[in-house]
């Protein structure tokens, strides 16, 4: 059984989901069976967004799958040109996703857009304290069960914290051994935030770039000694660390590897707590991601942002 996390709302997050970002096109078809092979697999977690163009696709895997709407956690994202209208593009997800609610709604970045897909200069309306007001009002609807962000950083989610009423269930980041994020991941817990980490097999930002710890020294001695894989290794540290980890895989022996946790020695989890402290390796590995997108809001340099 997959290990699941219980989040601030009440609910419970199970910790090993199918990330369905399949490049800019949504994957059409692939989309809609990787999601139904997983379902058969044993997942009962899917993490979509209405920038992944697939939400149609990974609704009608979902009903084709015959398991209980009930028994699936469900996520999508908010984009970034509707931080104008919350509960439209909210409706727009549900309409697209053939649901009546969602288990978690994010906001998929902090920076807004306009309509037209422009970005709305840092600070200026709607601000990404006015969007999390929106989307606080969500969760009177019965459309959402908990509401989360992602890409927030700790500076973000200190101002989010002050200005608003809703603690976020959840904040989803680029998050696996290169980039452990300590900070990040010691106020999460202070405040009662799961963590949750996409691409948690250091894929790089190449679409389809073979995963960096697959090949890691440490990683491989690990997975030599417990009899099992890589990429278990780098999933289940994530795991054990306590974030809910997001792997994409349209293979169904990988994805079955990917939902098969295992138990590390505290040994083990300081080994690759500092792999990225090995020359070169802390560091973000895709080409859009939180920690750019916070540096360039702030115009702080990448040391500062630890
Ligand atoms: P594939 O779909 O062929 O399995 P992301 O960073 O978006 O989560 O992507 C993960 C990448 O790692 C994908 O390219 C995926 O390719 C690959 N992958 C997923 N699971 C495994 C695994 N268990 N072993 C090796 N590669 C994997």
């Known amino acids: 059984d997959i290990p699941s996390f219980p989040l601030n709302s009440g609910y419970k997050m ?13 994957g059409g078809e692939a989309a809609k069976q990787m999601c139904l092979t997983a379902l058969q697999l044993g997942y009962r977690h899917i993490d979509t967004a209405s920038g992944y163009a697939n939400e149609e696709q990974v609704g009608r895997a979902i009903r084709e799958s015959g398991v209980p709407r009930e028994e699936i956690f469900l996520t999508t994202k908010l984009p970034n040109h509707h931080h104008h209208k919350v509960a439209e593009s909210l409706q727009e997800s549900l309409d697209k996703l053939g649901a009546d609610y969602v288990d978690l709604y994010l906001m998929h970045w902090p920076q807004a857009y306009t309509d037209d897909n422009k ?15 929106d989307m606080e009002k969500l969760l009177g609807t019965g459309k959402v069960r908990s509401i989360g962000v992602s890409n927030f950083s700790v500076a973000l989610l200190e101002v989010l914290l002050k200005e ?9 980041v680029e998050m696996h051994p290169c980039l452990p994020s300590f900070e990040l991941k010691t106020y999460c817990d202070e405040k009662g ?6 691409s948690p097999l250091g894929r790089p930002k190449e679409y389809d ?3 960096v710890f697959l090949e890691d020294a440490d990683v491989l001695k690990i997975a030599q000694i417990h009899g099992t894989t890589p990429a278990q290794v780098t999933l289940s540290w994530g795991i054990q660390r306590g974030t809910v980890v997001i792997p994409k895989s349209e293979n169904p022996k990988r994805m079955r590897q990917n939902i098969t946790v295992i138990k590390l020695t505290s040994e083990d989890m300081a080994v690759i707590d500092s792999i990225h402290q090995k ?3 802390h560091r973000s590995l895709l080409k859009f991601h939180s920690v750019s997108l916070d ?3 702030h115009g702080w340099t990448y040391e500062q942002l630890g």
Request: overall charge neutral; proline content about 13%; aromatic content about 10%.
């Open 193 to 198: 935030i799961i963590l949750t980490a996409y």
């Open 209 to 211: 770039g073979k995963p």
């Open 164 to 172: 608003t009423t809703v603690v976020p269930a959840a904040n989803q």
């Open 14 to 26: 199970p910790s090993v989901g199918m990330g369905v970002w399949l490049g800019p096109d949504g």
């Open 119 to 133: 970005m709305i200069p840092y600070g200026e309306s709607p601000t990404y304290v006015e969007t999390w007001r």
């Open 295 to 297: 540096a360039k809001i």
């Open 279 to 281: 020359p070169g390796m």
